[in-house]
C-alpha cells in the first residue's frame, strides 16, 4: 500500500496547551496554529493560578486577538479557592469546558496543587462538574517520596513497596483514577500526559466494556515528545525534560501503539511546555518541559507514519478528542478552517526567536517529512 | 552511645579518580588532599586515552608535581592498543596498577571503549594481568540499545527483555562479570561505581565463601554522590548527572547498607569527575560527572554519622581498599601523614575556581558537619 501526500484531518485539536502569560504568551500563541492545530485546550497554571471568572474570560479575550481563528478551550485550576457556585456559573456561562487537577508540587506551577491521596474535599465540585458535563483532567503523578534507610521495625522490603519517584509516581497514581471513576461513574475525566505502559492498561481496563461508536467516560491524552522520548533521551538533554519524565523504551513502545490503535480513549494532548532557553540550560533546577507547539501535527506525522499508521492519525488529533469534549460540531469553532497533512519537507529551527524570547523547540534542526496547510472547507 | 569527635582514618585511598589534563588537571589535582585522601587511583581516559607507557610515566610525574604528598596509582585504558607484551612491562616496572575497561560510548570519552558483549579478544591481556597481579576496573554497563517498535514475529514483552537503557544497564551487564571472574580467577576484578541493588546482591554472592579476615578478589566500589542521589535528583539538575545515574531510593539503600556494612568487598571509589560549569549548563549534551574531591571524605562521614556507623568509615576508605590493591604497606607511600576525621564545619562552596576554571562540586552551598586534617604518623 502506497502511504498518501495529502491527508485531510478535519478540525484538528490539542487538548493540552500551555500558552502562558505576558510576552511568553505573545510569542507563543501564534506557533498553534502553525503546528497543525485548530483547536486548543488551555491549561490554567498561570502565576497565580486562574481560579476566578474574571481571569479565565480576560485570558481568553487576550489569546483570541492573538489567534483570531484558533479556538480556545478555557480551564480552572483546581484548588481550595475554586466553589461548587463558581464552577456551576462558569459552566453555565460556557466561560470553562474543564478544570485542570495538579498534585502538589510535581511540576510546573504547581504549587497550589492539591493532595491525590486524598480528593474527597472536592467532592462538591466534582459533583457540579458531572452535573455539567465539565472534564476533570488529572495530572496522574503522586508527588515523589523516599523513605529514609531505617535501622527499625519495617524492612527495607517494606520501604521499597511505599517510595514515589519519577519512574514510578505515575503507576501509584492509577488506583486514584480508578476510585474516582468508580464515585462519579458519568463524570468525564482524561488522564493527562501519559506515559507509562501500566497507564494504558489500566485505560483498557477502565474501557473494556465500551460498545464500538459509544463515546468513552474516561480518556487519556497522549503527547508528541512521549512517542518519541525514553529516559536516556532526557538524561543529559534538559531540552527533554519534562514532568512526567520520559519512561522506558516498553513504555514508549505501549504509548506508540495506543496512539495509533484507533481506541476512542486514546487522544491528542501535547503538553507543550515552553521555558525560556536560559531557564533548560542551568545547572541546577531546570525548568519541566518540551515545546512541540510550532510541530505539533508534524512531529506525530513522523511517527504514525514510520508505524505504517497514517491512516489512524485524524482519529487521534481531531475525531476522538473532539467527540469526548462535545467539539464535534464545526459551529462551536471560530474557524471552519480544515487542517491537511501534506507531505513536504519541514526543518525545525535550533532556537524559536519571538517577541525577544529565546526557546528551543523539541528536535532542533532536525528534518519532519510532514507539514499542514489549511483549507477553507467552504 | 556518644559519637566520637575525632576518628583516625589512616591512610585514605579514594580508588576512582578523574584528575584530567592541562588546567583542569592543575586545577584539581591539589583537591584530592583537601578532600581527606592521601592515595589516589587515576583513571586514564584522558584524550587520547593512556595507553603506553611513556605518557602513563610522564602523566604520574605531572600529577606528583602538582601533589607531592599524594600518593598516586596509574591505570591503562584498555583498548586494542594495549598488548600483553606491554601491560607486561608496564607491570614490571610498577608503572601501572590496573587497567580500565569502558564499554563504548557509556560516559565521558569511553569511545575508544570495548564491546562488553564479548571481552574475548582480551583474554591474552587479563592473563598477563592475572600473572602479574593487576587490577582490571570494570565501568559495568552496557551500552543502551532501544528495540524498535515492530509488528513482526517478535512480541512486545520479547522486545522489552531486550532493551538496554540507563536504568538497567548495570544490572544487565552483571553476568559479564560472573563470566570473567569464572574465566579468571584469580585476576583481581573491581565492578567500579556500582548503582544498584542488584549488583550489591552480585557482590554479596560472588564473595558468599569468603573467610573471616580473606581479602576478596573480586570487590565493587562505591561513590560519595551514590550515596546521596537518587533519579529524582538529576531528574532537572544536570550537576547530579553521572554515569552510571543515580537510581532508585531502594538501590541508594542498598549501597549505603553496603559501604557501612564492613564487608570487605566494598570500598570508597569516588568517581570524582570534573567539568567546566558551563559544559554542565546546557540544554543538550550535558558531561556526565559529579565532583565530589575537594569534600570527598567529608561526604562520607556526613552519610556514616546519619545512619549511625561512623566506627566503620575507616574500613571503607581505608584499610579494605589498601588491602585490596595491596598498599596496607605504609612504605609504598610518598607521605606517611594519617588522616583524621574532625567533627568541624565546612561549607562547600557554590563554585570552586581555579586556574581559570569554574566547577560545580557537589551539593553546593550544603554545610557539612566534618573535616578533615593531616598528622604525621611519626
Known sequence: MSTP??????????????????????????????????????????????TTLDRVIDYKKQLQQLAPKTTF??????????????????????????????????????????????????????????????????????PSVAHSHSNETQSEEDEDDHDIHVMNAEPQFLPALFKLHSDFPHLKIVLEHCTTKAAIQAMDKINADLKPGETPTVVASITAH????????????????????????????ALISAATSGKPYFIFGSDSAPHELHKKAVHVGVCAGVYTQPFAIPYLAEVFDKTGKLDKLKDFVSTFGNKFYGLDDAKKL?????????????????VVTANDLKVAPFKPGAKLQWSVEWQSSA
Open 5 to 50: 501526500t495529502k491527508i485531510i484531518l478535519g478540525h484538528t485539536a490539542d487538548y493540552h496547551v500551555h500558552l502562558r502569560q505576558g510576552g511568553m504568551m505573545q510569542a507563543v500563541t501564534p506557533a498553534v496554529r502553525q503546528g497543525g492545530v485548530s483547536i486548543a485546550y488551555i491549561m490554567p497554571n498561570l502565576v497565580p493560578p486562574i
Open 73 to 142: 478551550l478555557m480551564t480552572f485550576y483546581l484548588s481550595k479557592d475554586l466553589t461548587p457556585s463558581l464552577v456551576e456559573e462558569a459552566a453555565k456561562q460556557g466561560a470553562i469546558q474543564g478544570i485542570k487537577c495538579y498534585p502538589a508540587g510535581v511540576t510546573t506551577n504547581s504549587s497550589a496543587g492539591v493532595d491525590p491521596n486524598d480528593f474527597s474535599s472536592f467532592y462538591p465540585i466534582f459533583e457540579v462538574m458531572q452535573k455539567h458535563n465539565l472534564v476533570l483532567n488529572l495530572h496522574g503523578e503522586k
Open 226 to 253: 512521549h512517542l518519541y522520548l525514553t529516559i536516556d533521551d532526557w538524561a543529559g538533554n534538559p531540552i527533554n525534560f519534562c514532568k512526567p519524565v520520559a519512561k522506558l523504551p516498553s513504555d514508549r513502545r
Open 334 to 350: 471560530v474557524s471552519s478552517d480544515v487542517a491537511v497533512l501534506v507531505k513536504k519537507d519541514n526543518v525545525v529551527p535550533e
